[in-house]
Every structure is written in structure tokens, then in C-alpha cells.
């Protein structure tokens, strides 16, 4: 099963359990340490993109919010109805192209699956999308995949 369709059917389901329905404290501590409101910022696997709404209550009006399926990114339209249409990505992150001073990501890079070819193109894309002064900041969590894959996989010891 792709990407597309996993999270999809995810969402249809209702098995978001790591939905909490706010902005993680790392990240909302993060965030609160920024002080260029102008720069651009990604924010992949999105989901229900909880941060984007902090950073747009916050003065922040450049975010870019990525996610494969369409289902969280209509949920933040329907909450948000302000935010701009062209900064919301129905995108594969590895395909997007475009430059970031920030990539901000909660738990994104933890929902791939755990290889080593994953992780390469993860940070070989971050690196594409980054400007060459750019952050990647991120929250990961330490989780198996068995559910997902048939085998116990942790990204964290």
C-alpha cells in the first residue's frame, strides 16, 4: 500500500491517535523563540496542522503545509479558512520542490518507514528544500510500526 493510501485510510477511520488537537509544547516552545515573522516556513506530513495555526495567531503569514492526503489538510481549511490555498500542499514531500529558511516537523520523519534508503532521502530532500542558512526542527517519538509492517521497528533507542 502507498503512502497516500495508508494515511487516507487513517484518517477515514478515525486512527489518529497521535492527534492531540493543539501544537506539541516543544514545538509551541520553539515556535515562541522566532522572531523573523516574514521567513518561510514548511511544515511536511502536516496532518491537521495544529503548529500553522499557533505560528498564523502569532503574526507568522509564509507557512507552507504539506501532506499526502487530502483528508487533514481539508480539516485546517475548514478551521481556517483564511489561510492561503497556495500554501496549502496536497504533495509527496520527497517530489515538492521550493526553499525554506525553516522546516518544522512534528513526528513527520518518524511515520516513514524505517530504512536506511528512507532516511537517506529524507535528508537529502530536506537538504534540497532548505536555504543554505535554513533549520530543520523537529519532534520525534519513539514508536512501533508492528501494525504497519508485521515487525517491531523503533526509530529511537
Not at 492527534?19 to 515573522?37: R, V
Not at 503569514?61 to 490555498?85: A, G, M, Q, T, Y
Request: net charge negative; with cysteine.
Amino acid at each position: 500500500m502507498d503512502d497516500k493510501t495508508y494515511w487516507t485510510q487513517r484518517y477515514e477511520a478515525g486512527s489518529t491517535g497521535w492527534n492531540i488537537g493543539y501544537p506539541s509544547t516543544p514545538i509551541k516552545e520553539f515556535a515562541d523563540q522566532l522572531t523573523d515573522k516574514n521567513q518561510r516556513i514548511l511544515i511536511p506530513g502536516a496532518g491537521n496542522a495544529y503548529e500553522a495555526e499557533y505560528l498564523i495567531e502569532n503574526g507568522f503569514e509564509n507557512i507552507h503545509v504539506l501532506d499526502v492526503s487530502e483528508i487533514p489538510l481539508n480539516e485546517l481549511k475548514n478551521r481556517n479558512p483564511r489561510f492561503p490555498e497556495n500554501q496549502i500542499l496536497h504533495e509527496d514531500f520527497f517530489t515538492h520542490t521550493g526553499t525554506y529558511d525553516l522546516i518544522l516537523e512534528q513526528t513527520f520523519f518518524c511515520s516513514l518507514v524505517p530504512t536506511d534508503e528512507n532516511r537517506s532521502r529524507y535528508f537529502e530532500q530536506m537538504h534540497r528544500l532548505l536555504k543554505p542558512d535554513g533549520i530543520l526542527a523537529g519532534l520525534s517519538v519513539r514508536f512501533s510500526l508492528d501494525r504497519r509492517y508485521g515487525k517491531t521497528a523503533l526509530w529511537w533507542q
